[in-house]
């Protein structure tokens, strides 16, 4: 069953990010074709090729050419996860928009689900994962995340880590607004308000290949987040500035007391490298916490493009240079 897509009358749009996700193409184009038709809506899939070095751009194009209801779009080097998802938004036209992973752990029949949530009201449907089929080192770091986004964005949900969601064109039009060039989309999307709920769903394991995201991006990911949704952490160094100091303070008098009114001898030489210890790991760490502030005050000065659109493919190649 194929209809052409009118753009205009696009009820659904998918976006999916891709990176080196050949092996899973083929079954991901059945599973959501199957899950879209289901819903008996129009739709479009923009699939978004973020510089991948495999076949997954050729392959991509081939599925394009086969059904004119995919539209690949393809970035001129790898920008990432949260470029390529907000890159694609930027490019569909349905009335709802639902992002998935491309590497099959979203399990496109909860499509439907989504949509009922969208339809009884809600701005934004989520998923909260079942059953995690991730090994503890990307748990761990996922678990802390959440918890800070819940801190930094008010609104407290379950599971942010997970890339599958469903949101009103509204929202989509609030997400094109932000200008920022260090997004986690998912956080974004929760700041920028609405009314949201979590269904729960199913998570399946990583059938091919491994996660894009090392120990390091998680890291990357984590300062971004706590860095571009507040000043708490300015506002953290400080503190611990003063409790260190009084620390300190409250040491000198104890040393005092003992060697003055007990004649107990100290040795001076490690008391003062314990409290120097103590100081200069508060100053790298002021220092650090600065340097990232100061790290992104530098690129949103650069003003440097969020991702750079290489082609766009819809059957018939055009070429572009629409940049973000
Ligand atoms: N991805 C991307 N660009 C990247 C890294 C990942 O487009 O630089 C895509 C990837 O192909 C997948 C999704 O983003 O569709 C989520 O990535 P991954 O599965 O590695 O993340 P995890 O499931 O471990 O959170
Ligand atoms: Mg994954």
Same mark, same amino acid.
């Given at each position: 069953?194929? #209809? ?79 470029? #390529? ?166 040491? #000198? ?72």
């Amino acid at each position: 069953m194929q #209809a052409k897509t009118d753009a205009s009358q696009v009820y659904i749009s998918a976006v999916v990010p891709m990176f080196n996700e050949e092996e899973s193409l083929g079954q991901l184009y059945d599973e959501l074709t199957a899950a879209l038709d289901a819903t008996g809506r129009t739709y479009e899939v923009v699939l978004v090729d973020d510089g991948s070095s495999d076949r997954t751009a050729e392959l991509a194009q081939d599925l394009c050419d086969s059904d004119d209801r995919l539209m690949l779009v393809r970035l001129s080097r790898n920008f990432g996860h949260h470029p #390529a998802s907000t890159c694609g938004m930027s490019h569909t036209s349905g009335d709802v928009v639902v992002l998935l992973d491309a590497d099959l752990q979203n399990d496109p029949v909860d499509i439907p689900r989504l949509l009922e949530k969208i339809e009884e009201g809600y701005d934004v449907a989520r998923c909260w994962r079942q059953g995690r089929k991730d090994p503890f080192w990307r748990t761990f770091p996922s678990k802390c995340v959440n918890w800070l986004t819940c801190k930094a964005t008010g609104v407290k949900l379950h599971d942010y880590g997970c890339s599958m969601l469903a949101m009103r064109r509204c929202v989509v039009n609030r997400m094109m607004r932000f200008t920022e060039r260090s997004r986690h989309v998912s956080g974004l999307i929760s700041w920028s308000g609405g009314k949201v709920c979590e269904i729960k769903v199913r998570h399946r394991e990583r059938k091919f290949g491994s996660s894009k995201y090392g120990i390091l991006s998680l890291i990357k990911l984590t300062i971004n987040l706590m860095t571009g949704f507040s000043t708490i952490p300015l506002q953290l160094v400080g503190l611990l500035g003063v409790a260190t100091s009084l620390l300190g303070f409250i040491g #000198a008098i104890y040393l005092v007391i003992k060697r003055y009114v007990y004649g107990v001898d100290l040795d001076g030489v490690v008391v003062a490298i314990a409290i120097i210890f103590v100081f200069i790991g508060i100053n790298f760490l002021a220092l650090g916490v600065m340097g990232e502030y100061i790290g992104r005050i530098f690129s949103e000065v650069q003003a440097r493009p969020y991702y750079i659109v290489d082609t766009v493919y819809r059957k018939r190649s055009e070429k572009g240079d629409d940049e973000q």
